[in-house]
């Protein structure tokens, strides 16, 4: 019976001894599958990345062609109301000034009209095309009306600040 506790007592030891080195010998396993796991796991979320770039941009520029277009129709509709103000108001240039000078209002209103026509007609990538064009075949005109209209958008800008001071 002695014999059967030394023995019993030896594995009991040889097993507790194995126990704690196979208990470290798991973890290390274990971690080659994180990370390997991990790596995995990086690949995609770089191409989630460049998806939500690519969404984010095609969704900026929807918006920014909606918003062009928007503003063509708005401005189509500001210009043909600029129209029919010129043609309402030849009438009385008629009167006052003579009918000479309300035909060159009629006349105007008629410019102005086929303006706006030309804009509701025109998609935002043909006038943006079109505007290219103008720029490339005279650089110098482009750049001097650039230049007006920045030097009168910052004029506006300026009395719209000095009115809030007032």
């Known amino acids: 019976m002695a014999e ?4 019993t007592r030896k594995t009991t030891a040889k097993t507790a001894a194995k126990k704690p080195a196979a208990k470290k010998a798991a973890p290390k396993k274990a971690a080659p599958k994180k990370a390997a796991s991990k790596a995995r796991k990086a690949a995609p979320l770089k191409a989630t990345a460049a998806n939500t770039t690519e969404e ?4 900026a520029l929807t918006k920014a062609k ?3 277009n928007q503003g063509k129709e708005r401005t189509g509709d500001a210009i043909e109301n600029l129209s029919k103000l010129i043609e309402d108001s030849a009438k009385t240039i008629d009167d006052n000034v003579g009918e000479k000078y309300g035909d060159y209002a009629r006349s105007a209103a008629d410019a102005v009209s086929s303006f706006a026509d030309k ?3 025109k998609e935002v990538d043909e006038m943006v095309e079109d ?3 103008f720029v490339r ?3 110098a005109v482009a750049i001097g009306a650039a230049a007006v209209v920045g030097f009168l958008v910052s004029r506006l800008i300026k009395s ?5 001071d007032a």
Do not use: E, H, L, Y
């Open 4 to 7: 059967a506790k030394k023995t």
């Open 137 to 139: 075949k005279s650089p």
């Open 131 to 133: 505007a290219r064009g």
């Open 160 to 164: 719209g600040m000095d009115d809030r």
């Open 66 to 68: 909606s918003a062009a």
């Open 119 to 121: 804009v509701n007609a």
């Open 56 to 59: 984010f941009k095609d969704r």
